[in-house]
């Protein structure tokens, strides 16, 4: 299978690429960083630029997993018009690639569970409402809509994916990556938002990885979605407490009793779609905060 892996050298895109490696398929990787690869091939492109369809006129591709744009909630807010270009117009740029030059390849799309604001009831599914509550939900939603548009107009195969709280090595942002900077620096308590009764769905980066593949060779691909979870809720305060826990020094937890701007309060997916493909999350949270903290701690 000749696979194209856009965002390739970010948190997801690098792990993508290092399991397609090694299931013996070719790899082509694009993103915006300088980097040469013997491994697969890669090509430097803005997805906003004409470069994208110079890159779908010369290859064609069975499969493109977009793992590109901007992943930050908080600067969605403070630069919204920029994270709309990453998150909505870059996709109408692939899609329409995809349309014009490479038709039959079968397109899967990385969303979000943000695009569920605060769900009403969980576990939240698929068929549950949408209300995002900050930009960047609000533009996964679109450039969900952009997939629909384009499977329904012109016959592109799409399928959407929509994961909850993605952990692992590698991820230098969010919960884990945050903990960890103000536990290095403090001296006896670490401070975080909310009340530490916040909770989340977490899903370690292995097991997302092989919830995409799976999806993309038993997925509905006219424009299906997929809740990417492990159908688990964990509060922050429970997690953060084991996560330190994992560290031969001790702190103090406490929190802001503030709620951070475009913060869910609550989640957990409903995976049986997912799970009617086969798929069944293999690693637990102790064993994922485990290489975590092992990750960080090997840091120079």
């Given at each position: 299978?000749?696979?194209?892996?856009?965002?390739?050298?970010?948190?997801?895109?690098?792990?993508?690429?290092?399991?397609y490696l090694?299931?013996?398929?070719?790899?082509?990787?694009?993103?915006?960083?300088?980097?040469?690869?013997?491994?697969?091939?890669?090509?430097?492109i803005s997805?906003?630029?004409?470069?994208?369809?110079?890159?779908?006129e010369?290859?064609?591709?069975?499969?493109?997993?977009?793992?590109?744009?901007?992943?930050n909630?908080?600067?969605?807010?403070s630069?919204p018009?920029?994270?709309?270009?990453?998150?909505?117009?870059?996709?109408?740029?692939?899609?329409?690639?995809?349309?014009?030059h490479n038709?039959?390849?079968?397109?899967?799309?990385i969303?979000?569970?943000?695009?569920?604001?605060?769900?009403?009831?969980?576990?939240?599914?698929?068929?549950d409402g949408?209300?995002?509550?900050?930009?960047?939900?609000?533009?996964?939603w679109?450039?969900?809509?952009?997939?629909?548009?384009?499977?329904?107009?012109?016959?592109l195969?799409?399928?959407?994916?929509?994961?909850?709280?993605?952990?692992?090595?590698?991820?230098?942002?969010?919960?884990?990556w945050?903990?960890?900077?103000k536990?290095?620096?403090?001296?006896?308590?670490?401070?975080?938002?909310?009340?530490?009764?916040?909770s989340?769905?977490f899903?370690?980066?292995?097991?997302?990885?092989i919830?995409?593949?799976i999806?993309?060779?038993?997925?509905?691909?006219?424009?299906?979605?997929?809740?990417?979870g492990?159908?688990?809720?964990?509060?922050?305060?429970?997690?953060?407490?084991?996560?330190?826990s994992?560290?031969?020094?001790?702190?103090?937890?406490t929190?802001?009793?503030q709620?951070?701007?475009?913060?869910?309060?609550?989640w957990?997916?409903?995976i049986?779609?997912l799970e009617?493909?086969?798929?069944?999350?293999?690693?637990s949270?102790?064993n994922?905060?485990?290489?975590?903290?092992?990750?960080?701690?090997?840091?120079?």
């Open positions: 299978m000749k696979i194209l892996i856009l965002g390739s050298e970010g948190f997801i895109g690098q792990h993508l690429v290092r399991y090694k299931q013996q398929c070719r790899v082509t990787g694009c993103d915006l960083v300088e980097t040469k690869s013997d491994d697969y091939s890669y090509y430097k997805l906003l630029s004409n470069d994208t369809d110079r890159l779908f010369t290859n064609a591709f069975d499969a493109c997993i977009n793992a590109a744009g901007s992943g909630v908080g600067y969605s807010i630069f018009v920029s994270d709309f270009e990453s998150n909505v117009y870059a996709v109408s740029k692939v899609l329409d690639s995809l349309r014009v038709p039959s390849c079968k397109y899967v799309h969303s979000s569970a943000a695009v569920y604001g605060n769900p009403k009831k969980l576990p939240v599914n698929e068929h949408i209300n995002p509550f900050s930009p960047y939900g609000w533009h996964k679109i450039s969900e809509l952009l997939c629909r548009e384009y499977t329904n107009l012109f016959g195969k799409t399928v959407i994916l929509r994961p909850f709280s993605v952990y692992g090595p590698g991820l230098k942002k969010q919960l884990f945050e903990l960890y900077q536990f290095s620096k403090a001296e006896d308590s670490v401070e975080l938002w909310g009340t530490g009764m916040e989340r769905d899903i370690f980066i292995t097991d997302l990885v919830a995409i593949d999806i993309l060779k038993k997925g509905d691909h006219s424009a299906a979605v997929y809740n990417v492990s159908g688990y809720e964990t509060t922050i305060q429970q997690i953060s407490k084991e996560f330190l994992c560290f031969r020094r001790k702190v103090q937890l929190f802001n009793q709620v951070r701007p475009g913060d869910p309060l609550n957990r997916a409903d049986s779609r009617q493909l086969g798929f069944t999350p293999s690693y949270l102790e994922g905060i485990r290489e975590v903290a092992n990750w960080l701690n090997s840091l120079p």
